[in-house]
Nanobody
């Protein structure tokens, strides 16, 4: 079993940046893909970005060119650098491992 703990959320103005971190513990040897999802109020949870243990990445169209997912395998940590933030990026951001383990979520809000 994998445990995930996110950090780094907050409130920023449009055009600003946030950097989210997710630390994994437990059965980390079994992790082959990690990702970030988000859920805005009244909406379904959606994929933001994923990264495999080999560094292959995939992004939602809505964040391409603005968000970057990266991973430190030695420290079992995954990051999400979010730039040029828009109000529609406001959501609770969740870390995920192997499409099955979830963190508790961290709030990211974009407002003037």
């Amino acid at each position: 079993q994998v445990q995930l703990v996110e950090s780094g959320g907050g409130l920023v103005q449009p055009g600003g940046s946030l950097r989210l971190s997710c630390a994994a513990s437990g059965s980390i040897f079994s992790i082959y893909v990690m990702g970030w999802y988000r859920q805005a109020p009244g909406k379904q949870r959606e994929l933001v970005a994923v990264i495999t243990s080999g560094g292959i990445t995939n992004y939602a169209d809505s964040v391409k060119g603005r968000f970057t997912i990266s991973r430190n395998n030695a420290k079992n940590t995954v990051f999400l650098q979010m730039n040029s933030l828009k109000p529609e990026d406001t959501a609770v951001y969740y870390c995920n491992a192997n499409y099955e383990s979830w963190g508790q979520g961290t709030q990211g809000a974009v407002a003037s």
